[in-house]
Nanobody, 122 residues
């Protein structure tokens, strides 16, 4: 079992930025890719971005391409999600997860964090 912990969420005005972190206290991600998802009230969980285990490949949802950036220092933790030019519609709980390959679907991920709230005001 791997316990993931997200941090860095908070409240910000539209146009602002945040940096989210995803870590696993006491262990490494060893070979796992890391993905970020978000879920707004009354909506399904949405894929945002993923990064390979060593950081050499990334994939983004079209809805956040150019505004959000996922990064990691090689195979080390934590994994970051940089949120820029935030909009009120970005308000959601943001989750990180780990799985093999470079998946974009929820069911491909094996372990999940509890989420961190991001609130963007207009």
């Amino acid at each position: 079992q791997v316990r993931l912990v997200e941090s860095g969420g908070g409240s910000v005005q539209a146009g602002g930025s945040l940096r989210l972190s995803c870590g696993a206290p006491g262990r490494t991600f060893g070979g796992y890719a890391t993905g970020w998802f978000r879920q707004a009230p009354r909506q399904e969980r949405e894929f945002l971005a993923a990064i390979s285990w060593n950081g050499d490949r990334t994939v983004y949802a079209d809805s956040v391409k150019g505004r959000f950036t996922i990064s990691r220092a090689s195979a080390k933790i934590p994994v970051y999600l940089h949120l820029n030019s935030l909009k009120p519609e970005d308000t959601a709980v943001y989750y990180c997860a780990i799985g093999y390959g470079l998946p974009t679907t929820q069911r491909a991920y094996d372990y999940w964090g509890q989420g961190t709230q991001v609130t963007v005001s207009s």
